[in-house]
């Protein structure tokens, strides 16, 4: 029989036996899950010599563990992503983990592999992590990154296409406009020039516009001129005629039989009383005519295509010179009254041409919403007597009120008594190709352009306030000088 001792002895001996193949197959079974696990599952040291690889490596990125083992994992990464890698090396004692950093590889083949790495530094100095193949999620993400680049492209070619629609539209309607103005009889051409005016003003041919205002204006005012320079003469050259037929007639007071005859037929004394006031008719319109030339060209400002200090009040008087037929009555409403109220303004630096332009596109809107108040107001229908008398005292009006604000600015406002809008219109007014009139009647481009104009071109400040059924008002703000 043995004794305790020995018993207890073979009784250990056993047992660390069992504890050591129990350790072994855990190890066994350990090593065996991860060397068949699909992420990379890796070891290196603090320098990033590869000390650890399952076959994940190879059947991802082709080259055999064996070839990498005690390589530093940088050999096979991409040279832009090593830094990172280097980065993290350098940093383990301050940086324990690396999480979800996407990293591209290189294949044996030379593709590029994209793994996820997650990595984590152990506390021997070893850094232990796994490697999960992205390859096929970035390639399905560009896929998907370069479909929704070609569909933006695509809705952009579209918006594209649409734009130059709508523009091929807006430049049909102005040319068939301008055959039918063309049409018009000789003597009506400076009334056809002021609708015309209008009507490219309202069709918002900004880059036109003026180039057209100013030809027609020098065509005119080279025949003017002509008239005007000579209609002095002709003049006088007449009165002289006319006082050596006065002196005929006293030194010959009886003339021959066919001379009688002949002043009978011509009415010799009319035409003694009216050839004078003729002349001066012909001086006044002659007059007349080369104011309207004058404002013209100062609408168009040509020569002023460049930054310039002008009369804001020249401006706009010169732009209401053009629409002075549409501010006159008619047979349906009274002529709109303008209220000026001009304060005392500086010569203020700006686009002259394109502000004239800001100017008519804001009074023709104010005229049309004064006209379209009073058409509504002109209908018969039931009211009530509070309503009626307030109708017969509407007078259609546009105010402009001009002053100093501060040191810096001007301000121009343009109110008028029209129809006004409601607020979702309002909000909407300075769209592109927005607009409330019927089709062929506007663009809706002008308000839009005026807004750039002022905005864009001249710093300044464009608003709009309006109530339905009671007037618009626009504000304008300027600075004084652009060139500072």
Wanted: proline share 3%; glycine share 4%.
């Amino acid at each position: 029989m043995k004794p305790d001792f020995l018993a207890d002895n073979e009784l250990h001996t056993q047992i660390q036996y069992r504890l050591i193949e129990q350790i072994s197959e855990s190890e066994r079974r350990y090593r065996e899950l991860v060397e068949n696990l699909r992420e990379i599952v890796f070891k290196c040291d603090k320098a990033g010599n590869l000390t650890l690889l399952n076959k994940a490596w190879t059947l991802t990125l082709g080259y055999s563990t064996s070839e990498c083992l005690n390589h530093p994992i940088d050999d096979y990464l991409h040279a832009e992503d090593r830094q990172l890698w280097l980065n993290f090396l350098t940093q383990m004692h301050t940086k324990q983990d690396l999480a979800c950093w996407e990293l591209r590889f290189h294949h044996k083949s030379t593709e590029i592999i994209w793994l996820e790495l997650s990595a984590r530094s152990e506390d021997e100095g070893e850094i232990s992590g796994s490697l999960t193949n992205i390859t096929d999620r970035k390639r399905a993400q560009a896929a998907l990154k370069e479909a929704n680049e070609a569909l933006q492209m695509r809705i952009e070619q579209l918006r594209f296409e649409n734009h130059e629609r709508r523009q091929t539209e807006a430049t049909l309607l102005q040319s068939r406009e301008q055959l039918k103005q063309q049409t018009q009889q000789l003597e009506a051409t400076l009334q056809e020039l002021k609708q015309t005016q209008a009507k490219l003003l309202h069709a918002e041919k900004m880059s036109s516009l003026g180039q057209l205002v100013a030809g027609i204006a020098h065509e005119i005012n080279n025949p003017v001129n002509f008239i005007y320079g000579n209609i002095i003469h002709a003049n006088e050259y007449i009165q002289e005629l006319l006082n050596l037929l006065c002196l005929y007639q006293q030194h010959y007071s009886t003339p021959v039989k066919d001379i009688q005859e002949k002043a009978r037929k011509i009415d010799l004394s009319f035409l003694l009383t009216d050839l004078p006031r003729l002349m001066s008719s012909m001086q006044m319109g002659a007059d007349r005519i080369s104011e309207i030339v004058l404002s013209l060209r100062n609408f168009s400002r040509l020569d002023e295509a460049e930054i310039k200090a002008v009369d804001i009040h020249e401006g706009i008087n010169s732009t209401l010179m053009i629409l002075q037929s549409r501010l006159k009555g008619a047979k349906d409403r009274s002529p709109i009254q303008v209220i000026k109220e001009y304060g005392e303004l500086p010569q203020v630096e700006c686009y002259a041409g394109q502000l004239n332009q800001v100017f008519m596109n804001l009074l023709s809107n104010a005229i049309d919403a004064v006209v379209t108040r009073c058409k509504s107001e002109a209908i018969p229908h039931r009211i009530s007597p509070e309503e009626d008398e307030e109708i017969a005292l509407f007078t259609p009006m546009i105010r402009i009120h001009t002053e100093v604000v501060g040191e810096l600015y001007v301000a121009i406002r343009i109110i008028d008594n029209g129809i006004g809008m409601d607020e979702i219109t309002r909000k909407q007014i300075f769209d592109p190709f927005f607009t409330t009139k019927p089709v062929g009647k506007g663009t809706g481009l002008g308000l839009s352009i005026s807004y750039q104009i002022i905005v864009e071109k001249h710093s300044g400040v464009l608003e709009c306030s309006s109530e339905l059924g009671k007037g618009t008002e626009f504000l304008i703000h300027l600075p004084i000088s652009l060139l500072h």
